[in-house]
């Protein structure tokens, strides 16, 4: 079974957001897969949407609660891998 | 740009610098002292702090003004400020942050850094400090205009302060600090945050849980302290009759000597408080994380007990251990919502076989009537003084001694670094208590090894009159690691010995300070008094063996019940 989960964060659109969200799994060893972020549309960019790819089964609750401590997290929820922007991509990356 | 003063009060609007602006901000947020290190990329937080009410102490080296800071923060549980320069500045201060991120302390890093139109280009003294701070604070940020401050300058305290407190890191570029800009109304300062609300009915099932278990023990840690609810916890110990373990960073909380009291547990806990931790069947943590010196192997920790986890940071939860029930809020609300519906119980039978594994197999305090032997000497100053003293330590043998045998009595009265176990903390953080709460004498007792790692605070401390007294218990050797050779390597010593030997007294008097060494003294004994006693800073060097060992202990990954008991080697 894949242990593969994708999680949709809402974040401030900061200089330095995808450091803290980078930095916290580089510093647990977080296993992680993808990163996609853009501004969200409208609403003058202030939050941006990031999705992640993880690859963590034991620890995803843990990486969850971790995440959601950060500042500039205002959100992050689970989401079904099937149809997502990586499977969409999946040509840009052969 | 330039980099001379700028006057204020030549602006017809309230006109203010970056940098005047940042020290009005610190004003407001009741700062009194903040310690630092200027340099190029500070000057003008310098400059504007010569107009303020604000005290600086002026630190020998960035690690000790982290510290220092800390000190004050770990006493007062206020946030406090330490103030460093970019480059150098910065990555000396690098440590003392990241201590008080793993011991959960308000710390507030504000640090210059190189103009913005010189970012990314090497300039002198440039370094990224975004990138260094970001994984050892809650949050962190660079500034890019001085508009930022009026929003950041109280964020920082608020979280720095809410939830599970911690340090936060603001690098501010020289331009920013320079920038002029017009203030029409200062932000309200920043406070601590309401706390997570919880469900009263888990705190029913918590305690429906503890009424009917049979062995229930309490693990009691950091947390209690700072939320300033060690009376409650007595209370509800006292209410449900439940005994208590401790961990390094709960040391007071139950005052010494409390029946209820099972000392500290882990690595170096006393053997009956380790073996306690066999029988019990249920463990209620109150503001711990379950650190491994606490649990040992953590598959082997309390094996027939299941576990209820009351902390008010989400991610500790489940972290660990599994808890069967768990519940993410402030450890003193929720000791307050218990004790408003406590029934009393009383467990004559558990208690009766707590007390027997106490009598069975206490802690060995080996020497503890010899002033030359570790227990001795700290038995000795803890005679001489009474409670109202402040403890602190650096990290090695002499630490863990001190953690095992000094009595302490109160909540907050224990200071020393846990998580990070930074050799060098002590002495900067004794001045930092002695400046936080000048009413109490603080006595720091240290290693040779890790008093030489912030010894130029000597300095300070002298230069502040402050009332520290440091003790060295002085074996002339990297002690803690020369025990861990001696017990798992074989014996095979390697760099553990000083081959030059300081005269730490005479270093004591050569940086404006007293200083004794006991090791010569016709009455060592009255001489300890008297410098206890009298006020002022004094280093006290009191020599002991170096094959003195810190029993029992658990080996590292080893279980609790696996405890080394031995002889000096
Ligand atoms: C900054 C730092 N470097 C290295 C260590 C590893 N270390 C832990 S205890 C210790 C020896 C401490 O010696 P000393 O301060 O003389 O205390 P003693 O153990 O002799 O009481 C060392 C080197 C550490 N904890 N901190």
């Known amino acids: 079974m894949s242990t593969i989960s994708l999680l949709k964060l809402t974040v401030n659109n900061h200089p330095g957001v995808l450091a803290h969200v980078c930095g916290l799994f580089a510093r647990r060893a977080y296993n992680l897969e993808g990163v996609m972020v853009r501004p969200i549309a409208g609403g003058a960019s202030k ?25 500039d997290v205002i959100s992050v929820e689970q989401h079904d891998l099937e149809g997502s922007i990586f499977e969409q991509t999946e040509g840009f990356f052969v | 740009m330039t980099d001379s003063a700028i006057d204020p009060a030549t602006c017809s609007q309230p006109r203010f610098s970056g940098s005047q602006l940042l020290i009005k901000l610190l004003e407001r947020q009741g700062i009194t002292h903040v310690s630092g290190v200027p340099g190029g990329a500070n000057l003008p937080i310098y400059d504007a702090l010569t107009d303020s009410s604000i005290k600086h102490v002026l630190a020998r080296h960035e690690q000790g003004a982290g510290f220092i800071a800390q000190g004050m923060a770990r006493v007062s549980g206020k946030a406090q400020v330490c103030l460093a320069s970019s480059g150098p500045g910065v990555s000396n201060l690098i440590t003392a942050v990241a201590d008080a991120r793993l011991d959960s302390v308000p710390l507030i890093s504000i640090t210059g850094q190189v103009s913005q139109d010189m970012i990314g280009t090497d300039a002198f003294q440039e370094i990224d400090t975004f990138g260094l701070m970001l994984p050892i604070t809650k949050h962190n940020w660079m500034l890019r205009s001085a508009e930022e401050l009026l929003e950041v300058i109280p964020l920082a ?22 920038q002029l800009i017009e203030v029409e109304c200062l932000p309200e300062p920043g406070r601590r945050q309401a706390n997570p609300v919880f469900d009263r009915q888990q705190v029913e099932s918590m305690l ?7 062995r229930p023990l309490l693990m009691i840690g950091g947390g209690i302290v700072y939320a300033g609810a060690a009376e409650s916890l007595v209370q509800f110990a006292e209410c449900l009759d439940l005994p208590a373990v401790q961990t390094f960073m709960g040391l007071g909380i139950l005052p010494d000597g409390h029946p209820l009291s099972l000392g500290m547990l882990g690595m170096h806990g006393a053997p009956y408080t380790n073996l306690v931790l066999e029988e019990c069947d249920l463990v209620i943590g109150l503001g711990v994380r379950f650190d491994d010196r606490a649990t040992g192997k953590v598959a082997e920790f309390c094996p027939q007990a299941e576990i209820i986890h009351v902390d008010i940071d989400h991610s500790e939860i489940d972290k660990i251990m599994r808890p069967a029930i768990s519940i993410r809020a402030d450890v003193g609300e929720v000791l307050q919502a218990a004790i408003g519906i406590l029934e009393p119980v009383s467990r004559p039978i558990w208690r ?16 503890e009537d010899e002033l030359f032997r570790p227990y001795g000497a700290i038995k000795a100053v803890a005679s001489i003084l009474d409670d109202s003293v402040s403890i602190t330590t650096d990290v090695g043998q002499h630490q863990m001694w001190v953690a095992q045998a000094y009595p302490f009595r109160r909540a907050g009265q224990w200071v020393s670094s846990g998580g990070l176990g930074t050799m060098g903390f002590g002495l900067p953080a004794a001045i930092g208590m002695a400046l936080a709460q000048p009413e109490r004498k603080v006595v720091c007792f240290s290693g040779d090894g890790s008093f030489l790692m912030n010894i130029q605070e000597l300095a300070t401390s002298a230069e ?16 803690l690691v020369r025990q861990q050779q001696s017990l798992f390597y074989a014996r095979n010593l390697s760099a553990v010995e000083f081959q030059q030997n300081v005269d730490y007294a005479l270093t004591a008097r050569a940086m404006g300070m007293k200083g004794i060494d006991l090791g010569v003294s016709d009455n060592p004994l009255a001489e300890l008094e008297s410098a206890l006693m009298e006020h002022g800073p004094c280093v006290i060097d009191l020599p002991i063996s170096e094959t003195e060992m810190v029993f029992p202990m658990v080996a590292p990954g080893g279980a609790n019940r696996e405890m080394i008991h031995g002889e000096s080697a």
């Open chain 2, 208 to 214: 429906e849980r503890i009424w009917s278990a049979r």
């Open chain 2, 352 to 367: 009766r076989r707590v007390e027997q594994l106490k009598a069975n197999h206490p802690l060995m305090l080996d020497g």
């Open chain 2, 464 to 479: 502040h009159d402050l009332d520290i007294k440091i003790v060295i218990l002085n074996n002339r050797h990297l002690g």
């Open chain 1, 47 to 71: 939050r941006s949407r990031m999705w992640l790819l993880v690859n963590e089964e034991e620890r995803l609750q843990q990486l969850i609660r971790q995440t959601e401590k950060l500042i």
């Open chain 2, 157 to 178: 305290f608020e979280i720095a302060l809410s939830g599970r407190p911690g340090p936060v890191s603001i690098d501010i570029p020289k331009d920013v600090q320079n």
